[in-house]
């Protein structure tokens, strides 16, 4: 057995779960291995009842008071007790569990861990979990994982099976961080795998084996060797990803082109119809694009800017300037409602300018019929600008003289996205357009194959959003301001961290949220809910009618990080605003502010600590993403390792650009070292590195990751 073995390679995993894992993406032994828990449940020792918090997880040690008491209702049960330990009582309540009634005795010490309720004066205890003291106090001396779940999963089936593998796996290997590859490699049952890092490296940058690594992430013994397993598997995505950037950057410096582009007087024509002038940091920004399109080397540049800094005018000049000189220009968007508005923007810009150039839509919701016509218009040449998602990479798209590729958001579709896309030309140029602000040390880095511009300058008509953090008490407040913004006509977003309550998470959840919102405000005013769970269609028809004012308030998960742009949201609120980094709260403000009228932004926090309100104020005191980013990359410490994963960029499984900023700094020092000493990674020391890149870049994923 290898990590290229099949899930079914392993006992106990029939055809039934084998489908239910294959529905969570694992397909091989390498796969479930790399499936990371996204959470640590710690058990603490039990709390008095008398001292017991409202709506937290808690754990109680006591005895039943009443005998378990089953109620039917509608053909579902209701089991219910109390149970004291002396200072108090606290009643128990579990769901179509009643089996509890023969399970539970009065009189018997047990074990609850639950979350607390209120109910009238009382306090209650939904869904607990029982545990005999000797279970409970194994537990309290660990750290135990929790797993996204698909329906039908369950915790205990993914730590089944991960135990299997890892008990394959030569317990020394595991135990000790010191093993060279060749310990490593030297497994038990005819499970094999060396570690790529040589132990030099690993001396060097204080890394864990790679089996160390894996088997802590998923069971650790302490919080430090949990830290430990992180900061190696981190350095794993960083450097395949850097490896691969590398050798874009080879490629690309031997890269020319067959294209004959002048500038012709199109872009100027466009320019001189816009209502308002170009910021200087736009003017330089298009003049290094106009020269880089005429010259003889391939483009690929980075546009990075702020919201609301005008990236999206300058790739229009570039497509102008290329449509004009009888080529094709292509821009990919995130979204499809992103893509019809970018679409809709450049048809109204070609229509006041009076240019006689074709653009199109190409998404993949539109009919069978909608997308044959439009490969046939592609295919023809009688389209100029092609605009669309993921459908612009598909195998029937086919170009008759694609020579600019444009991508809006670059982290969110990785480089093997960008890399499909600009195969669908000979060698085109490249524009990547991001608005998420990261320190140009890092920037350097995480684009290592781009030419960067960067946009500093707002355009004068934009009104500097508004600021204020509070604490939870002023939620009420918050909402009355919403109904009055409403009132004015103009619209809403509340953002929470979660989409569904979690007994593992104290945090605001999108379904409940949207409930308790839709009772204190108006019936008049539509509130509606988004999130990444959402089937693509559901999500662009919540948009489409958001961004129409067919709903004031919607509620939503960072899912709309990079979303539509909506002019009449004036007000956005960001529940549990500790629980992201500074960069992110700054792109989500970014949502609101793109219109005539005053916006603001309302970051609501736990309370529970003054050190998060002054992290958070550096966001009352600057609109400049930028410096907010290098003061986040400062601030974070190591990270929330128990909690909900901060929405990272570029889409790494564990890695965090800003939390990790040191390890991709090592890892950049690494992958610089070794292509420099063997660049076809030939020598004995790094074939293992050699194969698992090869394996990574054969993946059709949008991600270098281990």
Known sequence: ???????????????????????????????????????????????????????????????????????????????????????????????????????????????????????????????????????????????????????????????????????????????????????????????????????????????????????????????????????????????????????????????????????????????????????????????????????????????????????????????????????QGALMAPTEVLAAQHYDSI??????????????????SMTAKQKREAYAQMESGEVSIVIGTHALIQEKAVYHALALVITDEQHRFGVRQREMLAQKGSTPHTIVMSATPIPRTLAVILYGDLDISVLNEMPANRLPIKNCVVGPSWRPKAWDFIEKQVQLGHQAYVICPMVEESDLVDAENVMEYTENIRKALPAEIHVEYLHGRMKPLEKNEVMGRFLRNEIQVLVSTTVVEVGVNVPNATVMLIENADRFGLAQLHQLRGRVGRGDAQSYCIFLHSGKSSEIAERLDILNHSNDGFEIAAKDLQLRGPGELFGVRQSGLMNFRLADVYMDADVLQLANEAVTKIIAEDPELSLPEHREMKAIYQRQKNRQSGQISL
């Open 1 to 327: 057995m290898n990590l290229e073995s099949p899930l079914d390679s392993l006992k106990g995993i029939g055809e039934k779960t084998k489908h239910l894992f294959e529905t969570a993406g694992i397909e091989t032994v390498g796969d479930l291995l790399t499936y990371y828990p996204r959470a640590y449940e710690r058990y603490e020792e039990p709390a008095s009842i008398q001292d017991l918090p409202q709506d937290e997880i808690v754990t109680i040690q006591g005895m039943l008071t009443t005998p378990i008491v089953n109620r039917y209702y509608g053909g579902k049960c209701i089991s219910t007790t109390a149970c004291s330990d002396g200072s108090g009582e606290v009643l128990l309540t579990w769901y179509n569990m009643p089996y509890q009634k023969n399970s539970l005795r009065t009189g018997v010490t047990y074990i609850f861990r639950g979350r607390t309720k209120k109910k009238g004066k009382r306090l209650l205890i939904e869904q607990a979990a029982v545990f005999h003291e000797e279970q409970y106090e194994a537990l309290t001396t660990t750290l135990q994982p929790v797993y996204s779940l698909t329906k039908g999963m369950t915790v205990r089936m993914v730590q089944k099976a991960v135990k299997q593998v890892l008990a394959s796996l030569q317990p020394s290997a595991l135990a000790s961080e010191n093993r060279d590859a060749q310990d490593t490699a030297a497994l038990n049952n005819n499970t094999t795998y060396a570690d790529y890092l040589p132990e030099e490296l690993r001396n060097r940058y204080h890394l864990c084996s790679w089996a160390e690594a894996v088997s802590q992430m998923h069971f650790p013994d302490s919080f430090d060797s949990l830290q430990t397993a992180h900061r190696r598997l981190a350095f794993d995505e960083f450097f395949f990803f850097l490896l691969h950037l590398q050798n874009l950057r080879e490629h690309r410096e031997q890269e020319t082109h067959s294209f004959h582009i002048r500038a012709k007087g199109a872009a100027d024509r466009l320019i001189a119809s816009l209502p308002y002038e170009l910021t200087g940091a736009q003017k330089k920004v298009w003049a290094d694009l106009l020269r880089e399109l005429q010259g003889e080397k391939v483009m690929v540049r980075l546009i990075q800017g702020d919201v609301g800094s005008g990236k999206t005018i300058l790739a229009v000049l570039a497509l102008l300037t290329v449509a004009e000189n009888g080529y």
């Open 347 to 364: 048809c109204r810009l070609l229509e006041q300018s009076g240019l006689p150039y074709k653009a199109l839509l190409l998404t993949g």
